[in-house]
């Protein structure tokens, strides 16, 4: 990364890294100006070269990693805890302690979904099947309706030519 320096500059490449990290944990210019001292023109200047967006998407994915892992700690631990008040508690165990515990797992399980691209619903086709039952149902009636039209009007003719 010396290549990040032009001669005569004075920053480092060290302070560039730093500002990456710090821009990759904060997101704006002005707060890396506020923990770094480095003007916020000189990061924006910065953010137009190559090595600045190579080094903030690593930065992003270290940072979802570390994330995505005390997600699932998070939600291990509800979990767990949820289960241990159980066993302990049983019937004692208040409503509100079991939601509240089970709502934080799930939250947590929820988050780490979002940052590994993953649904965090289940959808359901039945919106789409409950209106072609409904079109199904619409087309039996009328069909139901146009045969017995012309079986009565067979019926009606048949009468007419005794």
Sequence with gaps: MSDMVPTGS???????LNAINAYGIYGTFMAV???LGIPNNTVCNWAQ???WLEGVAKVRAA??????????QLTAKALSKANVAIDQLGDNLSASDIKALVVTGATATDKA???LNLPTSVSSKDAGISELKAQFEA???????????????QGDSEGSQE
Excluded: F, G, P
């Excluded at 004075?10 to 560039?16: I, L, S, V």
């Excluded at 009328?142 to 017995?148: L, P, Q, V």
């Design 10 to 16: 004075k920053y480092t490449d060290q302070d560039r």
């Design 33 to 35: 100006e506020r923990e």
């Design 49 to 51: 070269c190559d090595w």
């Design 63 to 72: 940072n979802q990693e570390q994330h995505i892992a005390q997600y699932t």
């Design 113 to 115: 979904r979002l940052l």
């Design 139 to 153: 087309l039996s009636t009328r069909h139901k309706a146009i045969e017995s039209t012309i079986v009565s009007e």
